[in-house]
């Protein structure tokens, strides 16, 4: 038994039918009053145990839905992202490549550019950055696939880069 634990015995939940919904965050055990309470434990263990069984469902429903919304927003922060501060010189080249100083559309990146050319049709600065994207994807999947001992901080640069070039190609 917990200490601090809530009892409350049988004949209190056999009074109100609803108590276990009414209660349901502070309901750690109800106990029965034995054989002369007139509701077996056996009974009062398998509602809790189905009552805490939807409860789990519906967090289960929310932490999905919960988990989608944070997905949507790490894919917004990517697409307004700067250029990441990298170490490696090798990874610091792909970054240079793919982000714009002083840049006239979004944050600078390939993937702002193929998002705008996605949206309006027009190329930007003269030309189309589809293919620099893909090209650009495949080129820091095989830095990241060369480089497995990199610092989180730049495994985590390339990871969303990809991402977001990723999400843009596809109109995200």
Known sequence: MFPNTIRHTAREVKQSP????????????????????????????????????????????????????FEKYKDALRAEMEKPHTENPALSDLMDTLYRENATVGSGSTAAAVRQELETGMPVGGAFHSQKAQDSISALQRWLSKNPAASPGDRAAAENVIQDMSNALRGK
């Open 18 to 69: 609803n108590y276990a919904d009414q209660n349901v965050g502070t309901m750690l055990e109800i106990a029965s009053v034995g054989a002369t309470g007139g509701l077996a434990a056996s009974g009062v263990r398998a509602y809790r145990l189905y009552r805490w069984s939807q409860i789990a469902r519906w967090n289960d429903r929310q932490a999905a839905r919960n988990r989608a919304d």
